[in-house]
């Protein structure tokens, strides 16, 4: 990540902004520089990994629907350069399935067409604020976590077991993350939307419903790790 360096000088944060639709993708971009952003906009797909090596971003925001490589794909891509890379994505679909499927890409929040540019640009400063706080966490974190009979490689994304290794999204490795810093405590569910999506908003509370269901997978082989829901309160994550 650069824009530490580039706010302690007072130079502007980089966006790499992708939308192939000419009059969204000028007013998007002119909106942003007015707010002191620098701004590359690429409409074309196949020419974003480019850009993005050249430009080095500090964010991204990605529409979904993008000519010759889709942003999901590119979202992927992204994240294998660059871990902690803040994405938002940009789209008109609104199923729980492409939902999931953005932040399984490397989605960091997600938009839904038609968007104020208000609303993007709160959601811009929010990701970066986020992606400061990971940052102060990470050199914070051990390098390994012990779960039970499993093994969390949080800067990895990586959830050992012996018969088994799970390759986690990155949301996951947030989610299980605050779940580890209240090992064998109780966690409010506003507390751990917040920590991980920046809001406790409705639609990142359904979110994180399918969220606890698949770290309640990932770790169904061991009887000695439970994730409890208390009923209006959070989550307990129990290991014995």
């Known amino acids: 990540m650069y824009f530490y360096n580039e706010i302690s000088c007072g130079m502007s944060i980089r966006i790499l902004y992708v939308e192939d639709e000419p009059n969204l993708g000028k007013i998007v971009k002119e909106t942003l520089e007015q707010q002191g952003f620098s701004v590359y906009h690429e409409s074309d797909g196949a020419k974003v990994i480019d850009a993005f090596n050249s430009f080095k971003p500090d964010l991204c925001v990605l529409d979904v629907m993008l000519p010759h490589v889709d942003g999901f794909s590119l979202g992927k891509s992204i994240r294998s350069i660059e871990a ?78 012996a018969t088994r290794k799970i390759r986690l999204s990155h949301r996951e490795a947030q989610l299980l993350h605050q779940f580890c810093l209240h090992k064998n405590e109780v966690i409010e569910r506003k507390d751990l939307l ?3 999506w920046g809001d406790d908003s409705f639609f990142n509370s359904r979110t994180l419903d399918v969220y606890i269901r698949k770290l309640r997978e990932y770790f169904s082989s061991d009887n000695g790790i439970q994730i409890i829901t208390l009923k209006g309160k959070g989550y307990h994550f129990m290991v014995s």
């Open 84 to 161: 902690t890379m803040p994405i938002i994505f940009l789209t008109a679909k609104s199923q729980t399935e492409d939902l999931i499927k953005g932040f399984d890409s490397g989605g960091t929040d997600y938009i839904r067409k038609p968007f104020s540019l208000e609303e993007l640009n709160v959601r811009i400063k929010n990701q970066l604020q986020l992606a400061q706080k990971l940052l102060k966490q990470g050199a914070e974190k051990a390098d390994t976590i012990e779960i039970g009979k499993f093994t969390f490689h949080p800067d990895q994304y990586l959830l050992n077991h």
């Open 194 to 196: 917040i920590a991980v």
